[in-house]
Nanobody, 116 residues
Framework: QVQLVESGGGLVQAGGSLRLSCAAS????????MGWYRQAPGKQRELVAA???????NYEDSVKGRFTISRDNAHNTVYLQLTSLKPEDTAVYYC??????????WGQGTQVTVAS
C-alpha cells in the first residue's frame, strides 16, 4: 500500500503565495501522472493541474499563469506553487498519483484559505 502525504496548506492573504507538497511513502514505484484537484465548499472537485512523467503539464484555466506544478520522479513527490492567490482559490487541495499496477492514489487533502 502507498500513502500520499500532503503538506504546505494554510491561511494566506489575497495576492500571497503557498507551496504544496505531496510525497508518496514509497519512492520505488513507478508513477505516471501526478496532479492536484481541489474542492471548495458546496462545489464539485475540480482538476487544478497535472504533470506527466516526462514533464508535460496542463492547468485549469483559472489558475494558468498563477500556479505551477512540478515533480521529482526520484522521490515520487509532486509540488504545486500557488501565487497571486485569490479568495476563490480557497478549497481543500488533494494530490493524486497514477500507477500502472495499482491505479490512482490520493492524498488526505490540505486546506488552503485565502483571505480578502
Amino acid at each position: 500500500q502507498v500513502q500520499l502525504v500532503e503538506s504546505g496548506g494554510g491561511l494566506v492573504q489575497a495576492g500571497g503565495s503557498l507551496r504544496l507538497s505531496c510525497a508518496a511513502s514509497r519512492s520505488t514505484i513507478r508513477v505516471n501522472l501526478m496532479g492536484w484537484y481541489r474542492q471548495a465548499p458546496g462545489k464539485q472537485r475540480e482538476l487544478v493541474a497535472a504533470v506527466e512523467r516526462g514533464g508535460d503539464t496542463n492547468y485549469e484555466d483559472s489558475v494558468k499563469g498563477r500556479f505551477t506544478i512540478s515533480r521529482d520522479n526520484a522521490h515520487n513527490t509532486v509540488y504545486l506553487q500557488l501565487t497571486s492567490l485569490k479568495p476563490e482559490d480557497t478549497a481543500v487541495y488533494y494530490c493524486y498519483m497514477d500507477t500502472p499496477l495499482n491505479g490512482r492514489y490520493w492524498g488526505q487533502g490540505t486546506q488552503v484559505t485565502v483571505a480578502s
